[in-house]
């Protein structure tokens, strides 16, 4: 059986203030995995808090680690991505997804313990939890996830 692959295909278009245009494409290499790629689509209504990815909670994921995510949203929504869960020296990382616009994570890979400072200084851990809100009063979104299954 042939590996699950997800590759993005991504093209930057720049307009400087003359009205030249010039392209980048940029080139991904495909993400494989033996398993699955999985998709998913998660209602996030107004002024909510949703878990999308947790090993230890159904989130309509059945994987306890990944290798890659990518999520994009139709409404501006805030991703929080959290490291050594439950601890004391528990790190969050806060992120604004924009509309339409992907976000990637090419890896589980993240850090706590930190020192002041310094995001680089630190005890090497993977993400634990990840979850998204919706800080809107009236506008319902949509959030779209595909994730490599690492387990």
Do not use: H
């Not at 306890?64 to 050594?84: G, K, R």
């Amino acid at each position: 059986m042939p590996d699950a692959t997800m590759q993005i295909e991504t093209q930057v278009v720049l307009t400087d203030t003359k009205g030249v245009r010039t392209k980048y494409p940029i080139s991904t290499p495909s993400i494989s995995s033996q398993k699955e790629v999985l998709r998913m689509e998660v209602d996030v209504p107004v002024s909510t808090t949703v878990i999308v990815w947790d090993p230890t909670t159904w989130t309509g994921f059945p994987i306890t680690a990944f290798q890659a995510i990518l999520f994009w949203s139709d409404y501006a929504l805030l991703l929080e991505e959290v490291c050594n869960e439950g601890d004391a020296n528990v790190a969050t990382n806060l992120i604004e997804l924009m509309p339409n616009t992907p976000y990637i994570l090419g890896s589980n890979k993240s850090t706590y313990n930190r020192g002041s400072g310094d995001a680089f200084a630190g005890t090497n851990d993977v993400i634990d939890r990840i979850r998204v809100k919706n800080e809107s009063t009236t506008q319902a979104a949509k959030l779209f996830a595909m994730i490599v299954d690492d387990s």
